[in-house]
């Protein structure tokens, strides 16, 4: 039975095929021009001589192919000579030879002699079989390796043994120098036109200073140095800021940074400073003014007592993590230091209302007061809080328990009006009823104002504050993580303190508008810039923002998911928090 699959072709048949040319409209021509030319060459059953044709009328009994060159003229009556036929076919025919044996295909006179060519028979790729080996056992079989005789199990890595025939295990694969686990490379991917179009601008970052290599190199080489000399208090805190950066302050090379005429001391990681090392900075810096120490675990009561006696000129005390400092310690170094004017404690779960009490008794001229993670700090500290007639800068922020609204306006209402610093980040109790009665009405000369975590802020209530408040000095806003605030509100904000206005935090404000968050561009002091999780955040709000706003150096867009890698950048503006892409600017 026939079927209508078709062997190859030499590209002369197709061309011939597709031109309407086959050997019946050939024999056709033949029998018409030898009936013109008489009855001498027609045999008795009226049939074609081929024989008789090719010797009078010059047509060779070549294959078709020899035919072909002439195909152009075989309709016309003005044909061309038999002997240019034969030489034009023979050349054509010597052409398509050539490359039809560059593909493997051989040619048979003898196939168009027929009407129609002769089915396509041969077997599919499908069914093609390797008689040299056998084909792979079925996954999960069991084999035998050919190099250690041992049983394996088939798996889809299973390699085959070179040479054939057989199989290797995976240890034995291994041990021949291919990896059978090892994924395939991926191939590379080729840009399409459009991406080869894209023209990717970039900015090349800036050298690094000579003051910045040299900080490197001694930060790198640190237990080397034997001293700084005269390199400036400045050059001193960037050393020792690159060396906490990494915990590479140790209590060896942190004598480098003593000195007796040392007033103002920085260590920003005093994890590896243990108590001896402790009392000897206070020994070896008696003079100083102020002191802050992050990360000090270490710090106990017989490092604060010794402080007590060898720093009696310290009026500044900031310490991060003074876990091990208990009541007695503290009541103690408060009467020794009545001059002290500033006391930042952060996460000191010890510190209780009896070191309240004396803090307010000994220190009445406090200016700064940070009482930041305290676990035990609650309304019973408020009216001490309120006794210091000095005060400037007040932070309660995260206390386990929060305040009342009615206790922090109390202490607003006695020390509010020269506040210039207020951050009450986490007391869940604070509501819009505080802004109104407290803040609005009792502290009009903040400069900065953080007001974090507070789920209890409505969007009418902030709104209508920010509408009545008209403070003339504020610098820093944060008002994060508040839900519920947005559409209402950050307009009145603006319109409040968009002249002033040089940081401003609505991260995680989630009833924005692109249009109100466009407004920011009229803030045209502002410098940092958060609106992470604002999701009406786009790429045209942040180029709005970046045209609008001449001095901004940050801004922190993390969670908006609508800011992407093709957002506009400006020259000395970071943006940080673009999904699948950080861009920072050269310093």
């Given at each position: 039975?026939?079927?209508?699959?078709?062997?190859?072709?030499?590209?002369?048949?197709?061309?011939?095929?597709?031109?309407?040319?086959?050997?019946?409209?050939?024999?056709?021509?033949?029998?018409?021009?030898?009936?013109?030319?008489?009855?001498?060459?027609?045999?008795?059953?009226?049939?074609?001589?081929?024989?008789?044709?090719?010797?009078q009328h010059g047509v060779s009994s070549a294959p078709l192919e020899d035919a072909a060159p002439d195909s152009d003229h075989l309709d016309s009556e003005d044909e061309a000579p038999a002997e240019k036929k034969r030489k034009l076919s023979k050349t054509a025919m010597?052409?398509?030879?050539?490359?039809?044996?560059?593909?493997?295909?051989?040619f048979d006179d003898d196939d168009y002699d027929d009407g129609e060519e002769d089915a396509y028979t041969a077997l599919s790729k499908s069914l093609w079989t390797n008689k040299s080996s056998n084909p792979k056992p079925p996954i999960g079989s069991r084999e035998k390796c050919v190099k250690c005789s041992k049983q394996f199990t088939m798996t889809k890595y299973t390699m085959a043994a070179n040479p054939q025939p057989g199989y290797l295990c995976h240890p034995c694969a291994k041990a021949s120098g291919t990896d059978p686990f090892k994924k395939p490379r991926a191939p590379r991917k080729r840009k399409s036109a459009t991406e080869k179009r894209i023209v990717t601008n970039y900015q090349e970052r800036k050298f690094p200073t000579l003051v910045s290599l040299c900080i490197k190199v001694i930060s790198k080489y640190i237990n080397d140095v034997e001293a700084f000399g005269d390199i400036g208090s400045v050059n001193l805190d960037k050393i020792i800021r690159a060396l906490c950066r990494n915990r590479s302050l140790t209590p060896e090379n942190a004598t480098l940074f003593y000195d007796v005429k040392n007033t103002n001391l920085n260590v920003y990681d005093g994890t590896k400073l243990e108590p001896p090392a402790l009392t000897t900075l206070a020994l070896l810096n008696p003079n100083l003014t102020s002191l802050r120490i992050d990360f000090c675990g270490h710090l106990d009561d017989a490092v604060l007592n010794a402080w007590s006696a060898s720093l009696p000129s310290l009026t500044r005390l900031e310490l991060l993590g003074p876990f091990l400092v208990r009541?007695?310690?503290?009541?103690?170094?408060?009467?020794?230091?009545?001059?002290?004017?500033?006391?930042?404690?952060?996460?000191?779960?010890?510190?209780?209302?009896?070191?309240?009490?004396?803090?307010?008794?000994?220190?009445?001229?406090?200016?700064?007061?940070?009482l930041k993670e305290i676990g035990k700090l609650d309304d019973t500290f408020l009216p001490y809080i309120s006794s210091f007639q000095h005060l400037e800068q007040l932070d309660l922020s995260s206390p386990s328990t929060s305040c009342s609204e009615d206790g922090l306006i109390g202490v607003l209402h006695r020390r509010g009006t020269r506040l210039t610093d207020l951050d009450l980040s986490g007391h869940n109790e604070l509501g819009d009823d505080f802004l109104k009665h407290g803040i609005r009405e009792y502290a009009p000369n903040?400069?900065?104002?953080?007001?974090?975590?507070?789920?209890?802020?409505?969007?009418?209530?902030?709104?209508?504050?920010?509408?009545?408040?008209?403070?003339?000095?504020?610098?820093?806003?944060?008002?994060?993580?508040?839900?519920?605030?947005?559409?209402?509100?950050?307009?009145?904000?603006?319109?409040?303190?968009?002249?002033?206005?040089s940081a401003l935090n609505i991260n995680t404000w989630r009833e924005t508008t692109a249009e109100a968050l466009a407004n920011i561009a009229n803030a045209r002091e502002l410098q940092t810039l958060d609106v992470g999780w604002n999701r009406a955040i786009d790429n045209f709000v942040i180029k709005a923002i970046m045209d609008g706003c001449p001095k901004l150096e940050e801004i922190k867009c993390w969670g908006c998911n609508r800011v992407t890698a093709e957002c506009p950048r400006k020259l000395n503006v970071n943006l940080l928090g673009v999904e699948s892409y950080v861009y920072v600017a050269a310093n």
């Open positions: 039975m026939r079927n209508n699959v078709r062997g190859p072709t030499s590209a002369l048949t197709e061309f011939l095929r597709e031109s309407g040319i086959d050997h019946a409209l050939i024999r056709r021509r033949g029998q018409q021009q030898q009936a013109e030319a008489g009855p001498s060459n027609v045999s008795p059953n009226g049939n074609l001589d081929a024989m008789n044709e090719g010797e010597e052409k398509y030879r050539a490359g039809a044996k560059k593909k493997a295909i051989k009541v007695p310690a503290w009541i103690s170094f408060f009467q020794t230091h009545p001059q002290l004017k500033g006391l930042l404690l952060n996460q000191s779960p010890r510190f209780d209302l009896d070191c309240m009490q004396t803090l307010a008794a000994c220190c009445p001229n406090l200016t700064e007061l940070r903040l400069v900065s104002l953080r007001l974090d975590n507070l789920p209890t802020l409505t969007d009418e209530g902030v709104a209508a504050f920010f509408r009545a408040w008209m403070p003339s000095v504020l610098r820093e806003l944060s008002i994060a993580r508040a839900p519920n605030v947005g559409t209402q509100a950050l307009p009145a904000l603006l319109d409040s303190t968009r002249s002033t206005l």
